[in-house]
């Protein structure tokens, strides 16, 4: 994996609250293929997809399960991943049309936080 783009103000590092870590941590495994790295110590930490953002996953944090900040994955297909978040233990929270060439959906993770999916069409 490449190392992630360094600069000042650029998002880098994210926790994500967990009620099971295992089971949050497979899931944006499975659904969208972040290298998972087990830190040795119980912690858990991830790289997102294209390895530029990196975070982990915490117990005993409230989840965002509420529409404050929302924050966004992008997938190269919008159906197949809707099904694999359903199919992985995700709930769809809603839908929304935000024009032609782009489609935009958020949805709960196991552990209830919202995030969305973002496609952009070529």
């Known amino acids: 994996m490449e190392q992630p783009t360094f600069g000042d103000g650029k998002i880098c ?5 967990a009620i099971d870590i295992k089971v949050s941590s497979d899931f944006f495994r499975d659904v969208f293929h972040w290298n998972i790295r087990d830190q040795g110590d119980g912690a858990v930490s991830f790289d997102d997809g294209v390895g530029q953002v ?3 996953w915490v117990t005993g944090k409230k989840p965002a399960t509420d529409d404050g900040m929302t ?3 992008m997938v190269y297909d919008f159906k197949a ?14 839908i929304i049309p935000i024009g032609e060439k782009e489609k935009l959906a958020h949805f709960y993770d196991p552990a209830g936080n ?6 952009h069409e070529e």
């Open 13 to 17: 590092y994210i926790e994500i609250p």
């Open 54 to 56: 990196s975070g982990m």
């Open 71 to 73: 924050v966004h994955i």
């Open 81 to 94: 991943s809707m099904d694999s978040i359903v199919n992985h233990g995700g709930r769809i929270k809603e």
């Open 114 to 119: 919202v995030f969305g999916i973002y496609h």
